[in-house]
């Protein structure tokens, strides 16, 4: 059996093999956008490995063909001391699984290619900052999960983590000491020549599939134990290789309400992992037009040509390097509520679609969510603190500010857990809680990606927010962990107490599409939303 695929138009396999990443990333190649060069390891070696406890047998070989025919794509030689290739060694499951797995970057960066890199760009801070980052993702990623309720960063490895060097050159951190942090915290150390570090980073990745965070996080969408994922080997761009660099992620359409405008967020000078991360601040999405013109141009075109393919709403992760755009990822957005509803009915509007899948694509699910409540304007709230809105709705519970404290107070009611900034370590709390609020992080963190796909109101990115062990302080003020809040998911209001909450009426577009569904089941009468939908998809069906 073959373990490996490349990555390009000429792959025929599904995402049942490749996953779902890898498969968008070929759909991006046969539209003619870019993607860097990488290859794939499919579910199945996944599956083998799970099931016999080490990669499988022939892999080696294969990784060794598909580094060659990479490093002939790229130009680059892996682990080279002129132009050294580094790549990028990430999960990809059947089902989108955010941030559950392990990734490591900048993989092949080892001393003798960090310095060529040095050398290549005239930069050595950010060559010092490439490899320190690899050597972290790889901490990170050998680590066991943290213990319940130590938060979202306890036992992971860092940039924090990371002493600097007094002295050195701006500061420059001390990889002599992160790679004795490696060493320290995940029992092992990194191997010096790169090829010893790809198999070790595949299996981290492979066994993160079963780690107690992604079996939380498959538990509560009801995915299969025994789907495995593939593992995505990419070469590098590098979004903080100079002040024309950067990331970022782009809906199509807002994901909040599905009016169609690119809407995400861009981060210039930082890698991907710092978008979704939420420990720095991102800028919106539409500050690209103005700093990187040539870039917004470009995404804006492949956003059209993804959302012409999908016929839906699409969401992208990108990086530009030295003005250069790359694409990471595609898929379909995926969006809840009334933003599904406005998206349906438009794409039938503009015939990318017609109006029975339209109808089809919104679930009596989505419906629940489609009056999306609001801490009432006439209520007189005590507003503690604002934020941005990452997921419509209101929720109220007393505040949590850690994952075991979230756990234990859910048993009594409900709560809202308050962090920092969240990680997939944190999934046991954000999977007890009924609203999310993070001191830093933007639409596209990690918080408010879980929370979409959860459902659960949510605010980021509340600047001034500070959380310790057991308390909150925002405004000069200081709550105490079991203090009643109320959150407004759409607002990204942070109030206390229970003010009162109001619920719009439907609006345009779900009027016409409950009138479309009426049309198809052929009853006119007043009945419940849902059932009106309900009615109309077992019409269809038959």
Same mark, same amino acid.
Request: aromatic fraction near 4%; hydrophobic fraction near 40%.
């Given at each position: 059996?073959?373990?490996?695929?490349?990555? %390009?138009?000429?792959?025929?396999?599904?995402?049942?093999?490749?996953?779902?990443?890898?498969?968008?990333?070929?759909?991006?190649?046969?539209?003619?956008?870019?993607?860097?060069?990488?290859?794939?390891?499919?579910?199945?070696?996944?599956?083998?490995?799970?099931?016999?406890?080490?990669?499988?047998?022939?892999?080696?070989?294969?990784?060794?063909?598909?580094?060659?025919?990479?490093?002939?794509?790229?130009?680059?030689?892996?682990?080279?001391?002129?132009?050294?290739?580094?790549?990028?060694?990430?999960?990809?499951?059947?089902?989108?699984?955010?941030?559950?797995?392990?990734?490591?970057?900048?993989?092949?960066?080892?001393?003798?290619?960090?310095?060529?890199?040095?050398?290549?760009?005239?930069?050595?801070?950010?060559?010092?900052?490439?490899?320190?980052?690899?050597?972290?993702?790889?901490?990170?990623?050998?680590?066991?999960?943290?213990?319940?309720?130590?938060?979202?960063?306890?036992?992971?490895?860092?940039?924090?983590?990371?002493?600097?060097? %007094?002295?050195?050159?701006?500061?420059?951190?001390?990889?002599?000491?992160?790679?004795?942090?490696?060493?320290?915290?995940?029992?092992?150390?990194?191997?010096?020549?790169?090829?010893?570090?790809?198999?070790?980073?595949?299996?981290?990745?492979?066994?993160?599939?079963?780690?107690?965070?992604?079996?939380?996080?498959?538990?509560?969408?009801?995915?299969?134990?025994?789907?495995?994922?593939?593992?995505?080997?990419?070469?590098?761009?590098?979004?903080?290789?100079?002040?024309?660099?950067?990331?970022?992620?782009?809906? %199509?359409?807002?994901?909040?309400?599905?009016?169609?405008?690119?809407?995400?967020?861009?981060?210039?000078?930082?890698?991907?992992?710092?978008?979704? !991360?939420?420990?720095?601040?991102?800028?919106?999405?539409?500050?690209?037009?103005?700093?990187?013109?040539?870039?917004?141009?470009?995404?804006?075109?492949?956003?059209?040509?993804?959302?012409?393919?999908?016929?839906?709403?699409?969401?992208?992760?990108?990086?530009?390097?030295?003005?250069?755009?790359?694409?990471?990822?595609?898929?379909?957005?995926?969006?809840?509520?009334?933003?599904?509803?406005?998206?349906?009915?438009?794409?039938?509007?503009?015939?990318?679609?017609?109006?029975?899948?339209?109808?089809?694509?919104?679930?009596?699910?989505?419906?629940?969510?489609?009056?999306?409540?609001?801490?009432?304007?006439?209520?007189?709230?005590?507003?503690?603190?604002?934020?941005?809105?990452?997921?419509?709705?209101?929720?109220?519970?007393?505040?949590?500010?850690?994952? @075991?404290?979230?756990?234990?107070?859910?048993?009594?009611?409900?709560?809202?857990?308050?962090?920092?900034?969240?990680?997939?370590?944190?999934?046991?709390?954000?999977?007890?809680?009924?609203?999310?609020?993070?001191?830093?992080?933007?639409?596209?963190?990690?918080?408010?990606?879980?929370?979409?796909?959860?459902?659960?109101?949510?605010?980021?990115?509340?600047?001034?927010?500070?959380?310790?062990?057991?308390?909150?302080?925002?405004?000069?003020?200081?709550?105490?962990?079991?203090?009643?809040?109320?959150?407004?998911?759409?607002?990204? @209001?942070?109030?206390?107490?229970?003010?009162?909450?109001?619920?719009?009426?439907?609006?345009?577009?779900?009027?016409?599409?409950?009138?479309?569904?009426?049309?198809? !089941?052929?009853?006119?009468?007043?009945?419940?939303?849902?059932?009106?939908?309900?009615?109309?998809?077992?019409?269809?069906?038959?």
């Amino acid at each position: 059996m073959r373990w490996i695929r490349t990555l %390009s138009a000429r792959t025929e396999e599904g995402p049942q093999t490749l996953g779902a990443k890898a498969h968008g990333l070929v759909t991006l190649h046969r539209l003619g956008l870019p993607v860097p060069a990488g290859f794939v390891v499919t579910v199945e070696a996944c599956r083998e490995f799970m099931r016999a406890g080490r990669l499988p047998g022939g892999l080696d070989q294969e990784l060794t063909i598909a580094m060659a025919g990479l490093e002939a794509a790229t130009g680059r030689r892996f682990g080279g001391t002129r132009t050294p290739l580094t790549v990028s060694v990430r999960s990809g499951a059947r089902v989108s699984m955010p941030g559950m797995m392990n990734t490591v970057l900048n993989l092949g960066l080892t001393p003798e290619a960090a310095t060529a890199l040095a050398a290549e760009t005239g930069d050595p801070e950010f060559a010092a900052n490439a490899r320190l980052r690899f050597l972290t993702s790889f901490a990170s990623a050998i680590m066991p999960d943290a213990p319940a309720g130590s938060g979202a960063a306890a036992g992971r490895p860092s940039l924090d983590a990371v002493p600097t060097t %007094s002295g050195s050159a701006g500061g420059r951190p001390s990889l002599d000491r992160a790679a004795e942090l490696v060493r320290r915290r995940g029992g092992r150390t990194v191997p010096d020549d790169a090829a010893g570090q790809l198999g070790p980073a595949i299996e981290t990745v492979f066994s993160s599939w079963d780690s107690p965070r992604a079996r939380t996080y498959r538990d509560l969408h009801g995915i299969p134990h025994d789907l495995g994922t593939a593992v995505i080997v990419q070469a590098m761009v590098y979004g903080n290789r100079d002040d024309h660099s950067g990331t970022g992620v782009a809906f %199509s359409r807002d994901p909040n309400t599905g009016e169609n405008v690119p809407f995400g967020d861009v981060m210039f000078g930082h890698q991907g992992e710092d978008v979704v !991360s939420g420990r720095s601040a991102p800028r919106p999405l539409h500050e690209l037009a103005g700093g990187e013109p040539a870039v917004w141009s470009a995404l804006a075109e492949a956003l059209n040509r993804v959302e012409g393919h999908y016929r839906d709403a699409c969401y992208v992760e990108f990086t530009f390097e030295s003005g250069e755009l790359w694409l990471l990822q595609a898929r379909p957005a995926r969006l809840a509520g009334g933003a599904a509803v406005r998206v349906a009915t438009d794409l039938a509007d503009e015939r990318l679609i017609t109006r029975r899948e339209a109808l089809l694509r919104v679930s009596p699910h989505h419906l629940r969510h489609v009056r999306t409540p609001r801490i009432a304007v006439s209520a007189r709230a005590d507003i503690l603190a604002r934020g941005l809105g990452a997921c419509p709705g209101v929720a109220a519970g007393q505040v949590a500010t850690t994952t @075991e404290a979230a756990v234990r107070m859910a048993a009594d009611g409900p709560v809202v857990l308050v962090r920092p900034e969240t990680s997939p370590y944190d999934m046991r709390g954000l999977a007890a809680a009924a609203g999310i609020v993070t001191a830093r992080g933007g639409p596209a963190s990690h918080a408010a990606v879980v929370a979409r796909a959860m459902g659960k109101p949510a605010v980021v990115g509340v600047t001034g927010l500070v959380v310790d062990a057991a308390s909150l302080t925002a405004d000069g003020r200081t709550v105490t962990e079991g203090t009643p809040v109320t959150i407004d998911g759409t607002s990204g @209001e942070v109030a206390l107490g229970s003010p009162a909450v109001s619920t719009g009426t439907a609006d345009a577009h779900l009027r016409r599409l409950l009138a479309w569904a009426d049309d198809v !089941s052929g009853d006119h009468s007043e009945r419940d939303e849902s059932d009106r939908l309900s009615a109309a998809h077992a019409a269809l069906r038959h």
